[in-house]
């Protein structure tokens, strides 16, 4: 498992810092990342059976998106729906499948 990793550019001199905490199943459920003194963190939410249902972003101490996935009752996604916390936009993109 990876819980800290970095990456430094020479030509840009931009410098990235990531770090990384799992949960017990093994999973991130946290990542923090650092570029240039700027720093977003990303949490990661499960249901019981280890099936991502949200990921918020995090800036200054505040939630700015959330991104949650909407499963039919096979499994698959129905729908994901991204919610701007900042300017309170939401969009909604469903999916559908076909099979051959």
Known sequence: ???NETLEYKLSKKKTVKS??????GLASEVWIKVNGTEKQFNYFYDKHDVIKKIETWQNESCIKRL???YNSKGWI????LQNTE???IKITKFTYTLY
Do not use: Q, V, W
């Open 1 to 3: 498992m990876i819980l």
């Open 20 to 25: 990384y905490t799992y949960n017990e199943s």
């Open 68 to 70: 949650e996935f909407i």
């Open 78 to 81: 129905d729908s994901t729906i």
């Open 87 to 89: 300017n309170n936009h």
